[in-house]
Protein backbone atom coordinates (compact mmCIF):
# COMPACT_ATOMS: atom_id res chain seq x y z
CA UNK A 1 0.00 0.00 0.00
CA UNK A 2 1.23 3.30 -0.86
CA UNK A 3 -0.31 6.56 0.62
CA UNK A 4 -0.74 10.18 -1.11
CA UNK A 5 -0.83 12.80 1.61
CA UNK A 6 -0.34 16.85 0.77
CA UNK A 7 -0.69 18.24 3.48
CA UNK A 8 -0.56 22.15 3.40
CA UNK A 9 -1.04 25.30 5.52
CA UNK A 10 -0.34 29.32 5.10
CA UNK A 11 2.88 30.43 6.63
CA UNK A 12 3.28 33.40 5.26
CA UNK A 13 2.08 35.57 2.46
CA UNK A 14 4.42 37.04 -0.55
CA UNK A 15 3.18 39.92 -0.77
CA UNK A 16 -0.23 39.94 1.47
CA UNK A 17 -1.95 37.01 0.95
CA UNK A 18 -1.49 36.35 -2.74
CA UNK A 19 1.94 34.23 -2.62
CA UNK A 20 4.12 31.88 -1.22
CA UNK A 21 8.05 33.73 -1.21
CA UNK A 22 10.57 31.51 -3.58
CA UNK A 23 13.00 30.86 -0.52
CA UNK A 24 10.04 28.89 1.13
CA UNK A 25 9.25 26.86 -1.56
CA UNK A 26 12.93 26.00 -1.83
CA UNK A 27 13.50 25.05 1.53
CA UNK A 28 10.18 23.17 1.41
CA UNK A 29 11.27 21.20 -1.33
CA UNK A 30 15.09 20.30 -0.13
CA UNK A 31 13.35 19.51 3.30
CA UNK A 32 11.19 17.30 0.97
CA UNK A 33 14.29 15.20 -1.06
CA UNK A 34 15.85 15.08 2.47
CA UNK A 35 12.96 13.37 3.96
CA UNK A 36 13.34 10.92 0.63
CA UNK A 37 16.64 10.51 1.18
CA UNK A 38 16.13 9.67 4.84
CA UNK A 39 13.66 7.06 3.60
CA UNK A 40 10.55 8.83 5.43
CA UNK A 41 9.14 9.33 1.98
CA UNK A 42 8.81 7.30 -1.07
CA UNK A 43 8.58 11.17 -2.86
CA UNK A 44 7.54 14.33 -2.46
CA UNK A 45 7.11 17.83 -4.02
CA UNK A 46 6.69 21.46 -2.49
CA UNK A 47 3.89 23.31 -4.67
CA UNK A 48 1.71 26.27 -3.80
CA UNK A 49 -1.53 28.11 -4.88
CA UNK A 50 -1.67 31.54 -3.65
CA UNK A 51 -0.56 31.99 -0.24
CA UNK A 52 -0.66 28.73 1.02
CA UNK A 53 2.24 25.80 0.57
CA UNK A 54 1.28 22.29 -0.18
CA UNK A 55 3.67 19.35 0.82
CA UNK A 56 2.66 16.09 -1.34
CA UNK A 57 3.85 13.11 -0.50
CA UNK A 58 3.88 9.84 -1.04
CA UNK A 59 4.93 7.07 1.86
CA UNK A 60 4.01 3.79 3.58
CA UNK A 61 3.08 5.31 6.85
CA UNK A 62 -0.42 5.36 6.07
CA UNK A 63 -3.14 8.56 6.89
CA UNK A 64 -2.29 10.67 10.06
CA UNK A 65 0.95 8.78 10.68
CA UNK A 66 2.87 10.55 13.34
CA UNK A 67 5.96 10.43 11.70
CA UNK A 68 4.71 12.16 8.43
CA UNK A 69 2.42 14.98 9.91
CA UNK A 70 5.34 16.13 12.11
CA UNK A 71 7.78 16.17 9.59
CA UNK A 72 5.32 18.40 7.77
CA UNK A 73 4.63 20.60 11.10
CA UNK A 74 8.64 21.06 11.13
CA UNK A 75 8.91 21.90 7.90
CA UNK A 76 5.87 24.65 8.13
CA UNK A 77 7.95 26.11 11.04
CA UNK A 78 10.77 26.25 9.06
CA UNK A 79 9.12 28.30 6.22
CA UNK A 80 7.76 30.50 9.22
CA UNK A 81 10.81 31.52 10.43
CA UNK A 82 12.09 32.43 6.54
CA UNK A 83 8.62 34.36 6.64
CA UNK A 84 9.60 36.24 9.89
CA UNK A 85 13.32 37.01 8.39
CA UNK A 86 11.38 38.54 4.99
CA UNK A 87 8.58 40.31 7.17
CA UNK A 88 6.78 38.89 5.15
CA UNK A 89 2.31 38.74 5.76
CA UNK A 90 1.22 36.79 8.41
CA UNK A 91 3.94 34.64 8.94
CA UNK A 92 3.14 31.26 10.88
CA UNK A 93 -0.77 32.40 9.90
CA UNK A 94 -1.92 28.96 9.44
CA UNK A 95 -0.16 27.11 12.80
CA UNK A 96 -2.68 27.85 15.64
CA UNK A 97 -0.54 25.53 17.85
CA UNK A 98 2.95 26.11 19.80
CA UNK A 99 3.27 22.35 20.24
CA UNK A 100 3.18 19.05 18.24
CA UNK A 101 1.33 16.37 19.60
CA UNK A 102 0.47 12.85 17.58
CA UNK A 103 -1.11 14.43 14.67
CA UNK A 104 -1.75 18.30 12.96
CA UNK A 105 -5.66 17.23 13.95
CA UNK A 106 -6.97 20.75 14.95
CA UNK A 107 -3.65 22.44 14.83
CA UNK A 108 -4.61 24.55 11.59
CA UNK A 109 -2.55 22.66 8.36
CA UNK A 110 -5.16 21.03 6.28
CA UNK A 111 -4.46 17.59 4.97
CA UNK A 112 -6.25 15.72 2.43
CA UNK A 113 -4.73 11.41 2.61
CA UNK A 114 -5.29 8.45 0.68
CA UNK A 115 -4.37 5.01 1.06
CA UNK A 116 -4.66 2.55 -1.97
CA UNK A 117 -2.52 -0.41 -3.72
CA UNK A 118 -1.11 1.53 -6.70
CA UNK A 119 -2.11 -0.14 -10.03
CA UNK A 120 -0.70 -0.97 -12.95
CA UNK A 121 -0.99 2.79 -14.08
CA UNK A 122 -2.11 5.31 -11.50
CA UNK A 123 -3.13 8.76 -12.72
CA UNK A 124 -4.07 10.98 -10.04
CA UNK A 125 -4.83 15.09 -9.60
CA UNK A 126 -3.53 16.72 -6.75
CA UNK A 127 -5.93 19.94 -6.73
CA UNK A 128 -5.03 22.81 -4.59
CA UNK A 129 -7.40 26.01 -4.02
CA UNK A 130 -6.77 29.59 -2.10
CA UNK A 131 -9.48 31.91 -1.44
CA UNK A 132 -11.99 29.45 -0.42
CA UNK A 133 -13.62 26.96 1.95
CA UNK A 134 -13.78 23.16 1.67
CA UNK A 135 -17.41 22.59 0.71
CA UNK A 136 -15.74 24.67 -2.58
CA UNK A 137 -15.23 21.05 -4.09
CA UNK A 138 -18.71 19.44 -3.14
CA UNK A 139 -19.96 21.11 -6.72
CA UNK A 140 -17.01 19.24 -8.84
CA UNK A 141 -17.23 16.30 -7.21
CA UNK A 142 -21.10 15.90 -7.82
CA UNK A 143 -20.12 16.49 -10.99
CA UNK A 144 -17.55 13.68 -11.67
CA UNK A 145 -18.59 11.08 -10.07
CA UNK A 146 -22.77 11.61 -10.11
CA UNK A 147 -23.46 13.67 -13.48
CA UNK A 148 -23.63 12.05 -16.33
CA UNK A 149 -23.45 15.13 -18.56
CA UNK A 150 -20.11 16.02 -17.06
CA UNK A 151 -19.24 12.07 -16.65
CA UNK A 152 -19.66 10.12 -19.69
CA UNK A 153 -18.16 6.90 -18.24
CA UNK A 154 -21.39 6.68 -15.76
CA UNK A 155 -23.37 6.02 -18.50
CA UNK A 156 -21.01 4.08 -21.05
CA UNK A 157 -18.77 2.21 -18.72
CA UNK A 158 -19.75 -0.78 -17.24
CA UNK A 159 -17.20 -0.39 -14.39
CA UNK A 160 -18.94 3.20 -13.00
CA UNK A 161 -22.20 2.22 -14.28
CA UNK A 162 -23.43 1.36 -10.46
CA UNK A 163 -22.05 4.58 -9.59
CA UNK A 164 -20.00 5.95 -6.17
CA UNK A 165 -20.86 5.84 -2.41
CA UNK A 166 -20.01 9.92 -1.15
CA UNK A 167 -18.88 10.18 2.53
CA UNK A 168 -20.16 13.69 3.54
CA UNK A 169 -19.34 15.78 7.11
CA UNK A 170 -21.39 17.87 8.84
CA UNK A 171 -18.96 20.35 10.02
CA UNK A 172 -21.06 22.11 12.69
CA UNK A 173 -22.27 18.89 14.80
CA UNK A 174 -18.90 16.56 13.88
CA UNK A 175 -21.06 13.75 12.22
CA UNK A 176 -21.00 11.76 9.07
CA UNK A 177 -23.10 10.13 6.53
CA UNK A 178 -22.22 7.97 3.24
CA UNK A 179 -24.55 8.39 0.59
CA UNK A 180 -24.99 5.97 -1.95
CA UNK A 181 -25.67 7.27 -5.32
CA UNK A 182 -27.28 7.46 -7.97
CA UNK A 183 -30.23 5.94 -5.55
CA UNK A 184 -29.53 8.82 -3.17
CA UNK A 185 -28.70 12.03 -5.92
CA UNK A 186 -31.44 14.31 -4.06
CA UNK A 187 -30.79 13.44 -0.80
CA UNK A 188 -27.83 14.39 -0.97
CA UNK A 189 -27.80 17.09 -3.01
CA UNK A 190 -29.66 18.63 -0.25
CA UNK A 191 -26.95 18.70 2.21
CA UNK A 192 -24.08 19.00 0.22
CA UNK A 193 -25.65 22.27 -1.84
CA UNK A 194 -25.01 23.72 1.60
CA UNK A 195 -21.28 23.85 0.78
CA UNK A 196 -20.70 26.05 4.19
CA UNK A 197 -21.77 22.96 6.47
CA UNK A 198 -21.28 19.83 4.43
CA UNK A 199 -18.68 18.91 2.76
CA UNK A 200 -17.48 15.72 0.97
CA UNK A 201 -14.93 14.12 2.47
CA UNK A 202 -14.22 10.93 0.63
CA UNK A 203 -15.90 9.08 -3.00
CA UNK A 204 -15.44 5.26 -2.86
CA UNK A 205 -16.31 2.97 -6.22
CA UNK A 206 -18.74 0.91 -5.30
CA UNK A 207 -17.60 -1.62 -8.17
CA UNK A 208 -14.28 -1.60 -7.83
CA UNK A 209 -14.47 -0.91 -4.03
CA UNK A 210 -11.59 1.57 -4.32
CA UNK A 211 -11.57 4.91 -2.78
CA UNK A 212 -11.25 7.76 -5.32
CA UNK A 213 -11.15 11.08 -3.41
CA UNK A 214 -10.08 12.71 -0.46
CA UNK A 215 -10.58 16.21 0.75
CA UNK A 216 -9.29 18.08 3.18
CA UNK A 217 -12.10 19.32 5.66
CA UNK A 218 -10.65 21.22 8.24
CA UNK A 219 -12.56 24.02 9.29
CA UNK A 220 -9.76 26.69 10.38
CA UNK A 221 -12.53 28.84 12.22
CA UNK A 222 -13.96 25.91 13.85
CA UNK A 223 -10.67 25.27 15.25
CA UNK A 224 -9.48 28.84 16.36
CA UNK A 225 -13.33 30.17 17.10
CA UNK A 226 -12.19 32.87 15.20
CA UNK A 227 -11.12 34.01 12.02
CA UNK A 228 -7.50 33.60 11.04
CA UNK A 229 -7.80 33.18 7.28
CA UNK A 230 -9.57 30.61 4.63
CA UNK A 231 -9.02 27.12 4.65
CA UNK A 232 -7.75 26.76 1.13
CA UNK A 233 -8.43 23.12 0.80
CA UNK A 234 -7.27 20.32 -1.09
CA UNK A 235 -8.03 17.46 -3.13
CA UNK A 236 -6.60 14.13 -4.29
CA UNK A 237 -8.40 12.48 -7.11
CA UNK A 238 -7.61 9.08 -8.73
CA UNK A 239 -8.66 9.19 -12.31
CA UNK A 240 -9.53 6.08 -15.21
CA UNK A 241 -10.40 2.70 -15.45
CA UNK A 242 -13.31 2.53 -14.00
CA UNK A 243 -13.14 5.91 -12.12
CA UNK A 244 -13.50 9.06 -14.10
CA UNK A 245 -11.23 9.64 -16.67
CA UNK A 246 -8.56 12.80 -16.49
CA UNK A 247 -10.70 14.91 -19.15
CA UNK A 248 -13.79 14.02 -17.26
CA UNK A 249 -12.50 14.88 -13.87
CA UNK A 250 -11.09 18.26 -15.11
CA UNK A 251 -14.79 19.22 -16.73
CA UNK A 252 -16.43 20.40 -13.94
CA UNK A 253 -13.95 23.58 -13.48
CA UNK A 254 -14.52 24.50 -16.95
CA UNK A 255 -17.28 26.00 -15.48
CA UNK A 256 -17.27 29.56 -12.74
CA UNK A 257 -19.18 28.12 -10.03
CA UNK A 258 -19.14 30.58 -7.35
CA UNK A 259 -17.89 29.28 -3.96
CA UNK A 260 -17.48 31.27 -0.27
CA UNK A 261 -13.89 32.70 -0.02
CA UNK A 262 -12.35 35.99 -1.54
CA UNK A 263 -11.36 39.23 0.12
CA UNK A 264 -11.45 38.45 4.01
CA UNK A 265 -13.19 34.62 3.79
CA UNK A 266 -16.20 36.54 3.59
CA UNK A 267 -17.95 36.73 0.04
CA UNK A 268 -19.40 34.76 -2.49
CA UNK A 269 -17.02 34.74 -6.02
CA UNK A 270 -16.31 32.51 -8.77
CA UNK A 271 -13.76 29.94 -8.84
CA UNK A 272 -10.87 30.19 -11.59
CA UNK A 273 -8.75 27.22 -12.71
CA UNK A 274 -5.30 28.55 -13.61
CA UNK A 275 -1.87 27.28 -14.92
CA UNK A 276 0.27 27.65 -11.35
CA UNK A 277 1.91 30.98 -12.88
CA UNK A 278 -1.27 32.30 -12.67
CA UNK A 279 -2.37 31.20 -9.00
CA UNK A 280 -1.52 34.23 -7.06
CA UNK A 281 -5.42 35.87 -6.22
CA UNK A 282 -5.12 39.48 -5.86
CA UNK A 283 -7.73 41.19 -7.64
CA UNK A 284 -9.49 41.50 -4.20
CA UNK A 285 -8.21 39.07 -2.82
CA UNK A 286 -9.52 36.38 -5.42
CA UNK A 287 -11.09 35.54 -7.22
CA UNK A 288 -10.54 31.90 -5.46
CA UNK A 289 -7.96 30.01 -7.82
CA UNK A 290 -7.45 26.34 -8.50
CA UNK A 291 -4.84 24.80 -10.01
CA UNK A 292 -4.83 20.95 -10.77
CA UNK A 293 -1.18 18.73 -10.76
CA UNK A 294 -1.33 15.58 -12.82
CA UNK A 295 0.71 12.73 -11.52
CA UNK A 296 1.15 9.21 -12.48
CA UNK A 297 2.73 7.48 -9.16
CA UNK A 298 4.76 4.49 -10.19
CA UNK A 299 6.64 2.28 -7.94
CA UNK A 300 5.95 5.17 -5.22
CA UNK A 301 6.95 7.89 -7.29
CA UNK A 302 5.55 10.79 -7.88
CA UNK A 303 5.95 11.60 -11.79
CA UNK A 304 5.18 14.49 -12.68
CA UNK A 305 3.36 17.20 -12.09
CA UNK A 306 1.65 18.30 -14.99
CA UNK A 307 0.24 21.91 -14.88
CA UNK A 308 -3.51 20.65 -16.10
CA UNK A 309 -5.13 24.04 -16.38
CA UNK A 310 -2.04 25.28 -18.32
CA UNK A 311 -4.36 24.68 -21.24
CA UNK A 312 -6.38 27.04 -23.78
CA UNK A 313 -9.69 24.72 -23.31
CA UNK A 314 -9.88 26.59 -19.99
CA UNK A 315 -9.60 30.34 -21.32
CA UNK A 316 -13.14 30.51 -21.63
CA UNK A 317 -14.10 29.87 -18.20
CA UNK A 318 -11.16 32.40 -16.96
CA UNK A 319 -12.92 35.39 -19.04
CA UNK A 320 -16.06 33.96 -17.20
CA UNK A 321 -14.76 33.92 -14.26
CA UNK A 322 -13.78 37.94 -14.74
CA UNK A 323 -17.14 38.38 -15.86
CA UNK A 324 -18.81 36.85 -12.89
CA UNK A 325 -16.21 39.08 -10.80
CA UNK A 326 -17.18 42.04 -11.89
CA UNK A 327 -20.73 41.30 -11.95
CA UNK A 328 -20.65 40.21 -8.18
CA UNK A 329 -17.92 42.90 -7.17
CA UNK A 330 -20.67 45.97 -8.05
CA UNK A 331 -22.74 44.28 -4.65
CA UNK A 332 -19.93 45.88 -3.04
CA UNK A 333 -21.05 45.01 0.42
CA UNK A 334 -24.41 43.59 -0.53
CA UNK A 335 -25.14 39.98 -0.66
CA UNK A 336 -24.83 37.54 -2.37
CA UNK A 337 -21.65 38.58 -2.78
CA UNK A 338 -21.07 39.69 0.77
CA UNK A 339 -21.66 36.19 2.60
CA UNK A 340 -24.78 36.14 4.99
CA UNK A 341 -24.58 37.19 8.60
CA UNK A 342 -23.81 33.27 9.73
CA UNK A 343 -20.97 32.82 7.34
CA UNK A 344 -19.21 36.07 7.99
CA UNK A 345 -16.01 35.14 8.93
CA UNK A 346 -15.83 38.13 10.65
CA UNK A 347 -18.18 40.86 11.88
CA UNK A 348 -18.72 44.26 13.03
CA UNK A 349 -22.10 42.79 14.12
CA UNK A 350 -21.83 41.88 17.91
CA UNK A 351 -20.44 45.26 18.88
CA UNK A 352 -22.65 47.20 16.40
CA UNK A 353 -25.53 45.55 18.49
CA UNK A 354 -24.05 46.39 21.13
CA UNK A 355 -23.54 49.95 20.91
CA UNK A 356 -26.93 50.61 18.76
CA UNK A 357 -29.08 48.85 21.17
CA UNK A 358 -30.38 51.65 23.07
CA UNK A 359 -31.17 53.12 19.62
CA UNK A 360 -33.61 50.41 18.33
CA UNK A 361 -37.41 51.62 18.91
CA UNK A 362 -40.81 49.79 18.40
CA UNK A 363 -41.95 49.83 14.77
CA UNK A 364 -45.10 52.10 14.27
CA UNK A 365 -48.12 50.31 14.94
CA UNK A 366 -49.54 50.69 11.20
CA UNK A 367 -46.61 48.89 9.92
CA UNK A 368 -46.50 45.82 12.65
CA UNK A 369 -48.45 42.87 11.12
CA UNK A 370 -51.84 42.65 12.83
CA UNK A 371 -51.75 39.42 14.75
CA UNK A 372 -53.65 36.32 13.53
P1 LIG B 1 -10.00 4.06 -19.30
O1 LIG B 1 -8.90 3.68 -20.27
O2 LIG B 1 -9.50 4.63 -18.04
O3 LIG B 1 -11.03 2.99 -19.11
O4 LIG B 1 -10.80 5.31 -19.87
C1 LIG B 1 -11.02 5.63 -21.14
C2 LIG B 1 -10.56 7.01 -21.45
O5 LIG B 1 -9.43 7.39 -21.20
C3 LIG B 1 -11.59 7.85 -22.06
O6 LIG B 1 -11.36 9.21 -22.03
P1 LIG C 1 -5.78 33.43 3.31
O1 LIG C 1 -6.58 32.41 4.06
O2 LIG C 1 -5.42 32.95 1.93
O3 LIG C 1 -4.59 33.87 4.09
O4 LIG C 1 -6.71 34.67 3.03
C1 LIG C 1 -6.97 35.55 4.07
C2 LIG C 1 -7.80 36.72 3.68
O5 LIG C 1 -8.51 37.21 4.52
C3 LIG C 1 -7.74 37.24 2.32
O6 LIG C 1 -8.49 38.42 2.17
MG1 LIG D 1 -2.68 34.31 4.14
MG1 LIG E 1 -4.51 31.18 1.48
MG1 LIG F 1 -5.94 30.49 4.41
MG1 LIG G 1 -6.50 5.91 -23.78
MG1 LIG H 1 -7.47 3.80 -21.65
Known amino acids: MVTLSIIKADTGGFVGHSAVHPDMMSAAQDALSTA ?126 AGFQFEVYDLYEEKRIWFDCPRELYEMLMFIGAPARYVIHSVESKTLHEQAVATSTQRLSLIAGKYVGKDD ?36 APMMPVSVADAHPARFDGPPRVVALGFQIHEGKLIGPRDLFDDPSFDRVRAQTNEVMDYLRRHGPFEPHRLPLEDLEYTTMAELEKRLAERWQAMPEAAVPAPR
Open 36 to 161: VGDRLLLDGKAASCGDDLSLIMTHEHGADAEEVHSFAWDVFLQTTEIAKRLGLYGAGQDLLSDAFSGNLRGMGPGYAELEFTERPSEPVVCFLADKTEPGAWNLPLYKMFADPFNTAGLVIDAKMH
Open 233 to 268: PVMIVRCQSGLPALGEVLEPFAFAYTAGGCMRGSHH
